[in-house]
């Protein structure tokens, strides 16, 4: 599976952005899909986590009632909205995907991962 994830650029704090994540390839029997940050100078970390069957959502603490993960399954596509960003969202995001139930939320463990797109939260 190939994940081509999109959106990132510099947004004020207070903005929105909305991320896109496309799945190619061998896509059929993927469980879920979500979105792991990486800031600089930080360790990795669980953002938001979607499972295609149901549609159910996780979403870390810290970002809980700011951004939204869905999913477009006929498109194999998942999005994050962003809303009220914070200088502390500033980050990499990755677009990360797992054909199994390999943990929810801050235990999850992608099998295979997108290029991260940068997001910046300037003041």
């Known amino acids: 599976v190939q994940l081509q994830a999109s959106g990132g650029g510099l947004v004020q704090a207070g903005g929105s952005l909305r991320l896109s994540c496309a799945a190619s390839g061998r896509t059929y029997g993927i469980y879920a899909m979500g979105w792991l940050r990486q800031a600089p100078g930080k360790a990795r970390e669980f953002v938001a986590q979607?499972?295609?069957?149901?549609?159910?959502?996780v979403h870390a603490d810290a970002v809980k009632g700011r951004f939204t993960i869905s999913g477009d399954n006929a498109k194999n596509m998942v999005f994050l909205q962003m809303n009220s960003l914070k200088l502390e969202d500033t980050a990499v995001y990755y677009c990360?995907?797992?054909?199994?139930?390999?943990?929810?939320?801050?235990?999850?463990?992608?099998?295979?991962w997108g290029q991260g797109t940068l997001v910046t939260v300037s003041s």
């Open positions: 979607i499972l295609l069957s149901g549609s159910s959502t």
């Open positions: 990360a995907g797992s054909r199994g139930p390999s943990g929810v939320g801050r235990s999850w463990a992608p099998d295979f």
